[in-house]
């Protein structure tokens, strides 16, 4: 597996609280299914976190190679590890697919374990939302709207600035009020520049099970989650009326100039 610097710690701790994974000594699978505008591709990732056991370190060491890789430390006592996306889920099988080893450095030692990832299938996948179009720029208050059909565990809904952590994120277990809703109206507040919006449907998986192999065992929960999202880029602007206000105050603030510079030539 390849390590790419990515933001999914926000994404995946939100996913998981429908799987009732709480944020602690913990660590989390999650396989998705992911448009973008006209890519799509599927991915893998692993997360743990660490308070009790003081994690300073992870490494894994895929199937038949010989070399471990470093999980990335985005903040302190939090790892990550992920594939690059793949065009096909044949393919990220390939990639993911038998045991590997995952080897934990804490405060009381090192601890091994064996992780078995069985082969997914598409139907352990939610059907993928399809936005309705989303103009390259759109305004600071917007209502984002798409379809969707079939059944998954929750739904999850982010937006915000692109690459760093969202401004709004929320999760909905089927069966909570708004889980069924396919539209949020969104308000970016005082952001403007490029933004992103992200919907997608999760449902708990079996397919990844880490057995501890040497050691302490440093995790107090394990959670999975097959995921199907659709993304979207653009550019957040001020709202018109926003502008229409910065433009007046800049005419305005002109003429006061010059009025105070007429009254200073008379005197």
């Known amino acids: 597996m390849k390590k790419t610097l990515v933001r999914l710690s926000v994404l995946l701790a939100g996913w998981l609280a429908f799987d009732g994974a709480a944020w602690g000594d913990d660590i989390q699978f999650f396989a998705a299914h992911e448009s973008k505008g006209a890519e799509v591709g599927w991915f893998f990732q692993i997360q743990?976190?660490?308070?009790?056991?003081?994690?300073t370190g992870m490494r894994l060491k895929p199937q038949g190679?010989?070399?471990?890789?470093?999980?990335?430390?985005?903040?302190p006592g939090e790892f990550e590890i992920e594939t690059p996306p793949q065009s096909t889920l044949e393919?990220?099988?390939?990639?993911?697919?038998?045991t590997h080893q995952i080897e934990v450095?804490?405060?009381g030692g090192t601890t091994y374990y064996n992780l078995q990832i069985s082969p997914l299938d598409t139907s352990d996948f939610p059907d993928i939302p399809t936005l309705d179009t989303i103009s390259p720029t759109i305004p600071q208050m917007f209502?984002?709207?798409?379809?969707?059909?079939g059944t998954a565990d929750?739904?999850?809904i982010e937006y915000g600035p692109q690459s760093v952590d969202p401004i709004f994120g929320q999760t909905y277990n089927s069966g909570d009020s708004g889980f069924e809703d396919t539209y949020i109206d969104a308000n970016f507040g005082a952001f403007v520049g490029p933004g992103e919006f992200m919907?997608?449907?999760g449902n708990a998986s079996g397919a990844f099970v880490l057995t501890l192999s040497n050691g302490t065992d440093v995790f107090d929960d394990i959670s999975s989650v097959t995921a199907a999202m659709a993304t979207a880029e653009f550019e957040v602007i001020p709202e018109p009326a926003a502008a229409g206000l910065i433009g007046l105050s800049a005419v305005l603030w002109a003429l006061l100039r010059r009025g105070r510079a007429r009254r200073s030539l008379k005197n």
Not at 91 to 98: F, K, P, S, T, Y
Not at 143 to 149: E, G, L, Q, Y
Request: proline share 2%; hydrophobic share 35%.
């Open 91 to 98: 393919d990220l099988n390939a990639m993911i697919g038998g």
């Open 65 to 75: 190679a010989s070399d471990w890789e470093d999980f990335y430390e985005p903040d």
């Open 48 to 55: 743990a976190s660490s308070i009790d056991y003081g994690i």
């Open 154 to 156: 929750g739904k999850r």
């Open 143 to 149: 209502r984002f709207s798409w379809t969707w059909t």
């Open 199 to 201: 919907v997608g449907y």
């Open 105 to 107: 450095t804490h405060a």
